[in-house]
């Protein structure tokens, strides 16, 4: 039989956690905000007159991973004239200028927005058209010059007239109408209002 004697019996408690339930997961020290971004975040891109681009759209979660994109979502172009998004988020350059996307979607009770500027340019050559290309009549006959813009972009562009040789033949510098002074060589020559100096028509003149 163990004995005590005069003195006090001291009990040491160890505190332990001993609980069966799991830990709580350690929260992100440094959440970021969640994102939505179209081309990776690019704020500009240039595509040529007729060309289709695949549009990449991302929305991603506050630890940044990418997560599926929720009902909702929508993007539109300011001038869908020059550019438009169809629904497989195609973007089509219909003409040449300038535009901006702007995309929106609600996740997790916010409003993300993103934008991108698109600008769409003209890869094609330009050429000219001349009717008629060269011009051969006799003093006194007049015929009409022409001038079109060739370019495939939708670019336009409007014309006036003058001669190299007002003497030789004249010609309205509003409507073209060209006419045979006397006889000798000059050229009628087309200035566009955007373009200026384009080239002209060959013309001689003859003897009536």
Known sequence: MMRFRHGAVVLIVL?????????????????????????????????SYQQSVQLLTILSDTLGHNVPMPP???????????????????????????TTL???????????TDSIAIAVQCSLVLAMRFTPPSQTLSVGRSFTAQAELLSGCGIGDTFTWDSSDQTIVSIDSISGFATAVSV??????AHGKRLGSVGGIPVTVIAP
């Open 15 to 47: 505190a332990c956690s001993c609980s069966s339930e799991p830990a709580a997961p350690v929260q992100n020290a440094n959440p970021r905000p969640a994102a939505l971004q179209i081309m990776d975040g690019a704020t500009a891109i240039t595509i």
């Open 102 to 112: 702007f995309a929106s979607v609600t996740y997790a009770g916010r409003l993300l």
């Open 72 to 98: 909702g979502f929508s993007i539109v172009s300011r001038d869908s004239t020059v550019a438009s998004v169809d629904g497989a988020l195609l973007l089509h350059a219909n003409k040449t200028g300038l």
């Open 184 to 189: 000798g060589r000059a050229s009628v020559r």
